[in-house]
């Protein structure tokens, strides 16, 4: 594909989940998570216990932006340390049963918000569409 249309893809992919990440803020609460917090707790959940290096490699981002938001997790009940087995020097955090709690209430209200706008908004066709979307996005965020 030539750059012009790749450019032309990125720009309305970049105003369009601006858009959506703006409405998923405006529909959350105070006690909501922070997407920072929401992503922290999303990967411990789906990969398991990991340094708060190892979560800041993986969101590229700087080692004491992510001890702000693993502070942040701590203070509010929803990640834990414990000792490296393999590592004595290190700590791992894990989601504790209140961060878990928290990841499914946060995601299942967002989900279910989304849920209502597809059906109210989409065929069945465009819904499969954007299924079929969604791991390409995903793994063009990660590549980022």
């Known amino acids: 594909m030539e750059r012009a249309k790749a450019y032309e893809v990125a720009a309305a992919m970049l105003m369009s989940v601006s858009l959506l990440k703006r409405r998923i803020r405006d529909g959350a609460g105070e006690a909501a998570l922070t997407s920072p917090e929401l992503r922290v707790l999303s990967r411990l959940n789906r ?3 990991a340094t708060t290096a190892d979560l800041a490699r993986q969101e590229q981002i700087t080692p004491q932006a992510m001890g702000a938001t693993v502070a942040l997790l701590e203070q509010r009940g929803f990640v834990a340390r414990s000792p490296d087995p393999q590592h004595g020097r290190r700590m791992l955090l894990a989601p504790t049963k209140e961060g878990e709690q928290a990841l499914r ?3 299942s209200a967002i989900a279910d918000r989304f849920t209502d706008s597809l059906l109210a908004a989409f065929d069945d066709e465009e819904i499969e569409a954007l299924r079929a979307a969604a791991p390409l996005i995903e793994r063009w ?3 980022m």
């Open 47 to 49: 990969d398991g216990p």
């Open 105 to 107: 209430s946060g995601s």
């Open 141 to 143: 965020a990660e590549q």
